[in-house]
């Protein structure tokens, strides 16, 4: 079932030893990064630098009446004290909003959430910067905020924006999906109807490195460098050349390393502008970087859906429709870092791995006094809500009808051959076997043992409580299409460019950008196995706009479907190019060459022994180009994929709860994930474990929470709190193989499974180990108090 040119099947061809698809290699990256050698934004220092540290307000809400930056520009050091006023001369005090919205770069009249940016002072150190930054003297006229989206909504709400043009009330937009009259009938007409309510709280990408920038404006050759923590250079360049008026080719956007990024260094922050604009006032590098504190209360957080969600069955378990009503909190901005004409993100794909006729959903989304943000985190795009809701959805259904939830699945399941199949809301899924990985899974997590345990422990009134989670759940991942899916109007393909050197070596870069995913050895492998070379005679190049080829960037999972996509089609480019030389130098016709996957070889059809490699090729085209033709030897491919690719996957997670304390344990982890073909298993594997590490946190442990005057109580690591190797148990992974028809190389992306597909599975275990008592939902995060709240009220405490 795989893709044009026969595709590689993995499975068969992990054997090759050049390090192609399917195989274990290791991370070339690795080596700078274990021993000191990486190079990540705040290493970066050039001579003159000077540093930029914000001020921020303490306020949630509240008007400036005077910025007195004069006690700052006394001190020994401080060169100068920036705010919207001097941003206003260079039309730089906003900037726009990935999402159409303006934002201020610093305050120019009021505060609209706390830690707002307020004003900069740039020093020759940065903790003189840090204690300049706090004798800025800003006089505040303290409002009233509001922090929940519900309370935004209210009539006598506080107005937060009143910087938009007749705008009355906090509320940004409406969305609907589905047919809502269709899906009416069905509930009407349903023998049984479920309703659940559910909060995905708040969260934060949280990477190890924070956010910043180093601006670097060169008054010789008139050209603005910054160095910055980007997932997406190209992009934040042509934004950068359309806020500032600097023409694009005078910008240059370097990446260096990143250190994680989860979604996090998507859009652009206030503090990289004023790194860039300071440095073009000052004539001289500037940096910001910002601290922990800062990057969780300000920077791009995740989710904040209120979701109410609907089933609607026949008594036999076949669903009917699904419906959900979601009131979602965007902060201050309208910021989300998402395809443009997508203002719920993915939410669209609500109906999950179910083959279900009708479906509706309907969201507004509103203004508070918290940070913007809204998609990031390993989420392509509000995919982790609407699996979060269906997943759950079918948990709280299987309970209602007393039925296991492994068979309300099988039963609803969309069927291998229905593939490529299209949902009740117009997106079609490419691929897909969901049945096998549930099963897989069930035989990997021993599902029957368990079952019956659980049962012995209802019995025998245990202390600890038996509890087994399932989620099947359904991405989507690889953005474009171009046609429909854009960031701030430039299509969402990708690239890549392949230079192969006069000694068979090659270079290689692509429009995307690793923080951490291993694209330097992935992307060679894809490479490796498509020209029949060695994965170490490949670099892979990227994060620099200079030298790469126009890309959007990793996020949504997408590099692997898109960029991944063009390096395959790239290299065939080269390969069509090398059959050329290959004819001259074999003296046969070019019709006649045949290039054979297994050796990585050109041969003669008919003629095995008259072979040639991929490096003698490359000598070929530089010392014996055929006559004619244009020497050398690369390619370059810009990829628009025909649509996003469907990974999918069964977890199965086993706990036990405490009925005294309402800790839970883990007792078991399975997770088996397909992602079409597999590039390298334990890049994969890496992968998984991570993301399952952040579904764990993000069900166990992690919210953004604000008091009820804006203050974020939530906003450093003692309150903000992240799973360490303490909580994580032992994960079980396992795989199947459904190749996407329609890439390349019939892979999917799979960054981003783990952390959307988990957290249902656990929520659903929490929940099934009570409920036998009447226990139908338990709110995220579940620490122990929330926990042992579920067991009092269901008569299960201790
Ligand atoms: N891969 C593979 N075979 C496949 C699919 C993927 O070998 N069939 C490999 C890829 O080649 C790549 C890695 O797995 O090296 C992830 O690929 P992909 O799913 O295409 O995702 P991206 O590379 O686009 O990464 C983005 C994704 C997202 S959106 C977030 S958020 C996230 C994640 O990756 N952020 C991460 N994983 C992260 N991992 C690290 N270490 N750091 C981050 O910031
Ligand atoms: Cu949504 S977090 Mo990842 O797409 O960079």
Known sequence: ????????????????????????????????????????????????????????????????????????????????????????????????????????????????????????????????????????????????????????????????????????????????????????????????????????????????????????YDPGKDKLTVHMTSQAPHIHRTLFAQVSGIPEHKIRIVSPDVGGGFGNKVPIYPGYVVAAAASYVLEQPVKWVEERSENIQTTGFARDYDMTGEIAATEDGEILAVRTDVLANHGAYNAAAQPSKFPAGFFNIFTGSYDIDAAYASLSAAYTNTAPGGIAYRCSFRVTEAVYLIERMVKVLADELEVDPTEIRRKNFIQPEQFPYESPTGWNYDSGDYESALDLALEMAEYEEYREEQQRRIENDADKLLGIGISSFTEVVGAGPGKTCDIAGVEMFDSAEIRIHPTGKATVRVGVQTQGQGHETTFAQIVAEELGMDVDDIVVEHGDTDTDPYGLGTYGSRSTPVAGAATAVASRKVRDKAKTIAANELEADEGDIEWDRESGEFHVAGAPDRSITITEIAAGAYMNNPAGEEPGLEAVNYYDPPEMTYPFGSYVVVVEVDRETGEVEFEKFVAVDDCGNRINPMVIEGQIHGGLAQGIGTAMMEHVTYDDNGNVTGGDFMNYLLPTAMEIPEFETGHTVTPSPHHPIGAKGVGESPTVGSPPAIVNAVVDAMAHAGVSHVEMPMTPDVVWEALDEAGLAQ
Request: net charge negative; aromatic share 6%.
């Open 1 to 216: 079932q795989h893709a044009e040119d026969g595709g590689p099947q993995p499975e068969k061809h992990c054997g090759h030893g050049r390090g192609g698809m399917g195989e274990e290699v290791r991370r070339k990256e690795d080596q700078r990064f274990i021993t000191g050698r990486g190079n990540y934004v705040d290493d970066v220092k050039k001579p003159g630098m000077l540093h930029c540290e914000l001020v921020r307000s303490p306020h949630a809400h509240a008007r400036i009446e005077e910025i007195d930056g004069s006690r700052a520009m006394d001190m020994d050091g401080v060169v100068a004290v920036l705010t919207a006023e001097d941003l206003l001369e260079y039309d730089l005090a906003t900037m726009p909003t990935l999402m159409d919205d303006t934002q201020d770069v610093l305050v120019n009249d009021k505060v609209k959430f706390q830690s707002q940016e307020v004003a900069a002072v740039i020093a020759e150190d940065r903790y003189v910067a840090k204690d300049g930054a706090e004798k800025v003297d800003v006089t505040y006229d303290v409002l009233d905020p509001v922090v929940d989206a519900d309370d935004a909504l209210e009539d006598d709400a506080p107005l937060i924006r009143e910087d938009i043009e007749d705008k009355e009330d906090n509320h940004i937009f409406d969305w609907e999906t589905g047919d809502e009259e269709a899906t009416a009938q069905a509930f009407e007409e349903a023998d049984v109807t479920v309703e659940e309510e559910m909060f995905y709280q708040r969260l934060h990408p949280a990477p190890i490195e924070t956010c910043g920038a180093v601006g670097d």
